[in-house]
């Protein structure tokens, strides 16, 4: 039977379950966040990164907190091109799980946030699974872009695939 | 500034582009393609009507940017401009991109004087900025002179990004052009050989 998966707001008693995805190198190696060592730290990404955020949420299975997905607005673009950006704890992977919250999120983030246009999302050319994901989620593939994001610790520069999820694209 | 690639004619000498500073005394020489609406329409301002806005514009946009440049013909008279924005680090990571973008009067299409300038820009900020590892373009995708002169100065084509800027109230489809630092090892090896 299909996982549950529910999206609500994450907030700072979530911080055990953020640290099952937020402590984990092999979820989070593709995102710009630094890794969560300790619940201090869980806490304190919370309260500094998600509490005042445009759009951030938790997403569940059957109610419990396995992962996160958040829209983030460019700062020059008077909120018409935002970024989406995901993680799921390990265990959870391969259940369709991450392709169905981000579903829900282009169901619901574009009349939540009003005067959006655009949802990006860029993975590394080597985040395949991640790729699928966007794909499944119904985002269209526009391109790879070379250099385009910062490598983890200071690396060099990867190429990335960008997608796009329009208002438009809304059935 | 000349890079000579393999099948380009070569230039005749008054048509050899050089890329200055601006001053406020370009002002005049500004409006030759601000005031141009089939200049501007490619581009997210309307055409100035007066030189007063070339003025204005001139002081508080091209004197304090990063790296903005007028295009230039053998008289030293411009006959266009182009910009090389650095792109923000994020989450105070270093600098690794930027975008250029570029504008070039009526008068002086068709002749290659933009895919020089491009050319010439590149040398100079990789030149000026080693951090740089992208420079960036995108042009209209009905813009299609535009596109050539980006391929023909060596930017790879990358894709077409939807509504991805908004140009005279419309959101507009772009293609997105990239130029490499690899790009740039590779282009140099038949410079090096030709040297005597």
Redesign the interface.
Same mark, same amino acid.
């Given at each position: 039977m299909a996982p549950v998966v529910s999206l609500r707001p994450l907030g700072l008693a979530d911080a055990d379950a953020f640290m099952a995805w937020a402590s984990d190198d092999r979820v989070m190696r593709f995102l710009k966040r630094p890794l969560c060592a300790t619940r201090e730290q869980a806490v304190a990404q919370i309260r500094d990164t998600v509490l005042g955020h445009p759009w951030f949420r938790a997403v569940c299975v059957a109610g419990r907190p396995v992962g996160q997905v958040s829209v983030w607005p460019y700062a020059d673009e008077g909120g018409r091109r935002a970024n989406l950006g995901y993680a799921l704890a390990r265990d959870h992977w391969g259940r369709g799980i991450a392709a169905a919250a981000i579903r829900m999120v282009v169901g619901r983030v574009f009349d939540d946030l009003p005067g959006l246009e655009r949802l990006e999302a860029v993975t590394d050319v080597d985040n395949v699974r991640s790729q699928r994901v966007l794909e499944k989620a119904g985002f269209q593939t526009e391109g790879v872009l070379r250099r385009y994001i910062a490598g983890r610790g200071g690396g060099e520069a990867r190429d990335a695939v960008i997608y796009s999820f329009l208002s438009s694209d809304r059935a | 500034m000349e890079l000579q690639q393999g099948g380009a004619p070569a230039a005749e000498p008054d048509d050899e582009v050089t890329l200055r500073e601006f001053t406020l005394a370009d002002a005049e020489a500004f409006m030759s393609w601000a005031s141009d609406p089939r200049v501007a329409r490619f581009q997210r301002r309307d055409a100035y009507e007066h030189v007063d806005q070339a003025r204005h514009y001139i002081s508080d946009h091209v004197l304090p940017h990063p790296w903005y440049r007028a295009i230039c013909l053998a008289d030293g008279v411009p006959v266009g401009s182009i910009s090389v924005k650095p792109a923000?680090a994020? @989450?105070g @990571?270093?600098l690794?991109?930027a975008s250029v973008g570029y504008r070039v009067a009526r008068a002086h299409w068709g002749r290659g004087v933009a895919t020089r300038a491009v050319r010439a820009a590149a040398e100079a900020v990789f030149a000026a900025w080693p951090w740089l #590892? =992208?420079l960036?373009a995108v042009a209209d995708v009905e813009n299609p002179a535009s596109q050539r002169v980006l391929e023909k100065a060596g930017f790879?084509r990358? @894709?077409? #990004? =939807?509504?991805?800027i908004?140009l005279k109230g419309r959101?507009r489809d772009m293609v997105?052009f990239?130029l490499?630092?690899t790009d740039r090892h590779q282009q140099k090896q038949p410079m090096e050989s030709s040297r005597p």
């Open positions: - | 923000p994020e @989450g @990571g270093r690794f991109r #590892l =992208r960036e790879v990358e @894709g077409v #990004l =939807r509504k991805y908004v959101p997105m990239s490499v630092d």
